[in-house]
């Protein structure tokens, strides 16, 4: 200790007494933000299994960003996006998002990626005094049970997608159904719920079975798959994991025996598994293949900024930051008091038409969609084409349900 | 189904994955056992096998180029890896090829990142192996029969290499007593470049097998690089035929855990090292007891 003779024992008490205090102080003082800038927060899953979702909002938030910045921002403010991984980690998020809060005073938070994400964060949401709205987390508990008043969902979550597939079979003539899932918070949901809606429509649900995220060997899935003697078979996957499932299936030669039906898909599924996809019908959040202006104009500048035609989170994560801004202008601040009573009400008509955010449970009212995967002119990969659409009344659960009464 | 065919096909998915993770644990259990490095840069080497095995499978419009040239790129990274970097670290501890092999994760997995895209890509199995076969009534993949013929003659390939040849001779030796070898006449550091490629290019081959069944994806490295070392764990460090035999018990264990109790399918592989650990605490067939 000779060489810091000046630091005695209490000076070290005192600082780290003043160390504790500052640490335990109710909130740090937020940062100076510059008053023109409006920044949201996004913690999003690049990598991990479910990457190929986190790397979606990601564009979808970005091309909106750039935008709504080059017509001027938004009431008279420009826009920047917080982007950090979270590597689909619950903890990492909460962590994350935190950071956003404490260190760039940011209040509005969106394209978190994993439903067992959002459910960490939304209880944080009002010690933070910042808004979520989600463009992509299905568990039906965040609209439910788990349901915080900062909280805002403008996508179709897990039960309303699992609510246009059971529509579907109901009209089918498929009698006896399975269902496997991605053992976590959405997966589990999702199939609960089709399980339910099975039993309603009177049809056989044999039962279900879950794979851990990551998995990668599906053979003894596919096994029990075939011995439930089901005609269909409902499935809850995304990322890796669907595209390992859906190309072992095809080896097997599962949907030659089994309809495959799913509650949702992206296009980088038919990308990843080509063939192995043809025939599948599913749930789709956003489909860029919508019959309307709005959406031809979004799909026609995404084709002009990726080459690519926009996929089913990227139309999601569209809608939710049209919603946001909606909402921004309706209220003309970003006072999360103001925005949340301004989101409450707020209605646009965009690429997936007519979308009313609901006051009760916050969850946005929308069309249901089903498209079947098949060869489309000018794609190398199998392509939905939609098949069904259901009105948003008959998909959307009643306020703070995740189960359907008919 | 019947019984026989029950147990005829699950038995074969499990051969069939046994030989994928025999693939991905034989490799970091060669290097660890010769050079005593700890490879943390496996998972991702498996991954870029997949990756040039897309590229070349693409651009050849055949698998076969793909099964020959992507271990062989592998090889060559693991190579030129072992030249640059590790051959300055010999005299250190081994905590520095654990961090150092991290380094190389993460810069390859990033170079895979923006060359390839983030996006999943379709490998399809070759041709000749596209197709089923019915076995006692069910269909199988005709791949998975191939995975599993090519497990065996991988397996034969490197136990002769390693026993019966006078290159197996040396690098045995070599792992024994490098001073001794070395006071042979024989180039310790040519022996120890020769098996970190041959390590890694068994890496790259269990990437581009696998890649028909899981797609070449970016999430490949994190997902396969801990199974990796679960295979050596329960085998024995350095152990050539405790990395078959483990591969075996964990998929044979995982494909009938799955099916009979699916609730703890995450469970079984590390249930099963936990077993193991606790009755020899060196693996299966590890030196250290």
């Known amino acids: 200790m000779t060489k810091f003779r000046g630091i005695t ?184 719920v089709f399980e339910s809606e099975m039993k309603r429509a009177n049809k056989n649900f044999i039962g279900s079975v879950f794979s851990p995220i990551g998995t990668k060997d599906f053979s003894t899935y596919i096994t029990k798959i075939r011995q439930s003697g089901a005609e269909a078979v409902y499935i809850t996957m995304a990322g890796d994991d669907y595209n390992a499932f859906l190309a072992q299936a095809a080896q097997y030669r599962l949907p030659e025996k089994v309809q495959l039906l799913s509650e949702v898909v992206d296009l980088t599924v038919p990308r990843a598994v080509g063939d192995a996809a043809l025939g599948l019908i599913s749930s789709m959040r956003y489909c860029f293949r919508l019959d309307n202006p709005k959406n031809k104009e979004f799909v026609a500048l995404w084709q002009k900024e990726y080459d690519t035609v926009p996929d089913n989170n990227e139309g999601e994560q569209w809608q939710a930051l049209k919603m946001l801004a909606a909402g921004i202008e309706k209220a003309g601040s970003t006072e999360t008091g103001s925005l949340r009573s301004a989101l409450e009400t707020t209605a646009i008509d965009d690429i997936k038409g007519h979308v009313g955010m609901r006051k009760c449970d916050h969850q946005a009212v ?37 189960t359907f009464e008919d | ?57 693409r651009s050849t419009g055949s698998f076969w180029p793909a099964l020959l040239l992507a271990p062989l790129a592998v090889g060559v990274v693991g190579v030129l890896f072992e030249l640059v970097i590790l051959r300055r670290l010999y005299r250190r501890e081994a905590s520095a090829f654990l961090m150092v092999t991290f380094g190389l994760a993460l810069v390859l997995g990033e170079i895979v990142r923006l060359t390839w895209g983030p996006e999943a890509l379709q490998v399809e199995p070759p041709q000749a192996f596209a197709g089923i076969v019915f076995l006692a009534g069910e269909p199988f993949p005709t791949y998975r029969l191939f995975l599993v013929a090519a497990g065996i003659i991988i397996a034969v390939a490197i136990w002769q290499l390693l026993d019966r040849t006078r290159l197996g001779l040396i690098i045995r030796a070599a792992s024994q007593n490098p001073e001794m070898v070395s006071a042979l006449g024989i180039d310790v550091n040519l022996v120890r470049s020769m098996v970190f490629g041959i390590g890694c290019s068994l890496a790259g081959i269990g990437g581009v097998l696998a890649a028909p069944l899981v797609t070449a994806s970016v999430g490949m490295a994190a997902r396969m690089i801990i199974d990796a070392f679960v295979i050596v764990i329960i085998g024995g460090m350095g152990s050539f035929l405790g990395s078959l035999i483990a591969a075996l018990l964990i998929a044979f264990t995982q494909v009938f855990g799955e099916y009979y109790l699916p609730d703890f399918a995450l469970a079984f592989m590390y249930l099963l090292m936990l077993l193991v650990l606790v009755i020899r605490p060196g693996g299966l067939l590890g030196k250290e007891a």
């Open chain 2, 1 to 57: 189904m019947s019984l026989f065919a029950f147990l005829t096909t699950q038995s074969l998915n499990a051969l069939s994955q046994a030989a994928l993770l025999f693939f991905l644990g034989v490799g970091l259990t060669l290097i660890f056992g010769i050079m005593r490095i700890v490879n943390f840069a496996h998972g991702t080497l498996y991954m870029l096998g997949a990756f040039v095995g897309y590229s070349v499978a």
């Open chain 1, 9 to 192: 024992r209490r000076t070290v008490t005192r600082s780290a007494i003043a160390g504790i205090a500052l640490a335990a102080a109710p909130r740090w003082p937020r940062p100076a933000v510059a008053a023109d800038v409006i920044k949201i927060g996004m913690p999003l899953a690049l990598t991990g299994p479910l990457g190929s979702v986190g790397q979606q909002l990601k564009r979808g938030g970005e091309l909106w960003a750039k935008t709504q910045n080059a017509s001027g921002g938004l009431i008279g403010r420009q826009i920047q996006l917080l982007i950090e991984d979270t590597g689909g980690n619950p903890a990492d998020a909460v962590r994350k998002a935190q950071e956003m809060v404490e260190r760039d005073g940011c209040n509005i938070f969106t394209g978190i990626t994993l439903s067992s994400e959002a459910l960490a964060v939304v209880p944080k949401l009002e010690e933070w005094k910042a808004i979520f709205i989600s463009s992509d987390n299905g568990d039906g508990r965040l609209t439910a049970e788990s349901f915080v008043p900062n909280f805002f969902r403008s996508n179709i979550s897990a039960p309303m997608g699992a609510r246009a597939v059971s529509l579907f079979l109901r009209e089918s003539e498929w009698q006896n159904v399975y269902a496997i899932g991605m053992d976590y918070a959405w997966g589990r949901n999702s199939v609960q």
């Open chain 1, 366 to 402: 929308q069309n249901g969609y089903m498209v079947k995967l098949a060869k489309g002119e000018g794609f190398s990969y199998p392509v939905p084409q939609i098949i069904a659409t259901y009105p948003g009344e008959k998909t959307t659960p009643a306020c703070n349900k995740m």
